[in-house]
Every structure is written in structure tokens, then in C-alpha cells.
């Protein structure tokens, strides 16, 4: 039995401590840019309305602006917003609220209050810093980039858990989350040149309920095992 005991604890040390070299020799960036055909204010305005997600995300079916009395309008500092996973408002949601601005150039997001996500009080103690990056090519060509980085919770029990929240966001949540990058930025850049050349939009990667991650989720994540360590 003792050594059971020991050969379990000494798997859980091993495990432990390969996660926090993943957590030190990660940052743990995801990072995606497309250069859209429109000034930099018309894409800006675009990036600054809410309700405008439904049109562009593959992975969130809305986001609510939380206006009112005393309450930011959305797109400003301070705004609060919820974004919702599913039509019906259950299952996984996220808050977020605007920290930082400066006008046609840059916004931070910050990503909190995780809910209905999987590996338990794992994936919903992540909490995220979200960055919008706007740059003027020309007068009418503008590049869009989108970073997010997983941010550690204050706490002593949040700074013992972070290897291992950080270990599985890196190894398993981060390929996700880059390809969902790529098709939300892909979704904006038709959106707003659709709209530059009044045309109707057509829509590159829809919104679905259930992307391959979710749906395959070892066979997915073992094809991409090595982007999200190596990143």
C-alpha cells in the first residue's frame, strides 16, 4: 500500500512540475492580424459596437452591452458586456469589461467570470487579457489584430493552481482559441469590406454550436499538440 502511495504521489509531483516548465516557458500568446480594405475609423466603429458579433464570431452566438444608469455605453472605457456561447444563454458564458483606450489605435478587454466551461473550476478559473490593435496602412487600408493572454488570479490558492490552470489552457485550450482568431478576424475583414463596396456579406466561417474541438476533442487537440506547447 505505502508504496502505492508513493508511486501515485511521486506521478503527481512529476506531473505538477512538467506543467509548471510549460507555465514558465510559455507566455501563452494567441495573436492573429488581417489587413482589412477600409480607414482605420470605419473599422474601429465596426470593433466598437457589441451587437456586431453575432455577424463575426464562430464561437460566442451574441454579446449583450450592461448599459444603463451609471453604467458605461458599450465601447467605452468601462463598458460591461456578456458574452454567451449559445442562443438560449446557457451554458458557457464569460464577462468582460473595457480597461484602456486610445481611439483608433487600441483596446484592452478583460475576459472574466467563466462559466459552464470544461475541465471545471480548471477552466473557469481563467481569467483573460484581451488586446485590439488598430493600424492605418493608408487612408483606406487598415490591419486588425487580436491578442489574448491567459492572466493569473489573485490568491494564494490561485498562485499554487497556476501551473496546472496555466498547463492546460496552454496544452489544450490555446490551439482553440488561435483558430478561432483566424476565423473571426477572416469574418470581420468580409464583413466591413462587404460593407466599404456595398455589398452583401458573405459570411466565410459561421457561427456553430459545436466546433471540432468540442465535438472530437483528443483526436483535435492531438493534431495540434505541438503549436500549442512550441507557441
Known amino acids: 500500500m505505502k508504496r502505492i502511495v508513493k508511486i ?16 514558465v516557458a510559455s507566455e501563452g500568446w494567441v495573436s492573429h492580424a488581417v489587413a482589412i ?3 482605420v475609423e470605419v473599422v474601429w466603429e465596426y470593433g466598437s459596437d457589441s451587437t456586431r458579433a453575432k455577424d463575426w464570431s464562430v464561437f460566442f452566438h451574441h454579446i449583450t452591452p450592461v448599459e444603463g444608469k451609471d453604467k458605461p455605453a458599450d465601447g467605452t472605457v468601462g463598458a460591461y458586456r456578456i458574452c454567451y456561447r449559445n442562443e438560449d444563454e446557457r451554458g458557457m458564458r464569460w464577462d468582460e469589461t473595457t480597461e484602456a483606450i486610445r481611439k483608433h489605435q487600441h483596446r484592452e478587454i478583460r475576459t472574466f467570470n467563466l462559466q459552464g466551461f470544461p475541465f471545471g473550476p480548471i477552466g473557469t478559473a481563467q481569467e483573460y487579457e484581451v488586446h485590439q490593435d ?3 496602412l493608408s487612408s483606406d487600408r ?3 489584430r487580436f491578442r489574448s493572454k491567459l492572466v493569473r488570479r489573485e490568491g ?5 493552481a497556476w501551473p496546472v490552470v496555466k498547463g492546460v489552457y496552454v496544452i489544450l485550450a490555446r490551439p482553440a482559441g488561435q483558430q478561432v482568431f483566424v476565423w473571426n478576424l477572416e469574418n ?10 456595398g455589398e ?8 456553430d454550436p459545436s466546433l471540432p474541438w468540442e465535438e472530437r476533442p483528443v483526436r483535435w487537440w492531438a493534431a495540434n499538440r505541438w503549436d500549442a506547447i512550441s507557441a
Open 8 to 23: 501515485v504521489a511521486g506521478v503527481l509531483v512529476g506531473a505538477y512540475a512538467l506543467l509548471l516548465l510549460v507555465t
Open 37 to 39: 480594405d477600409a480607414p
Open 134 to 136: 488598430y493600424d492605418a
Open 142 to 144: 487598415t490591419r486588425l
Open 156 to 160: 494564494i490558492a490561485n498562485l499554487l
Open 188 to 197: 470581420i475583414k468580409a464583413a466591413i469590406e462587404a460593407q466599404q463596396q
Open 200 to 207: 452583401p456579406y458573405d459570411r466565410p466561417h459561421p457561427y
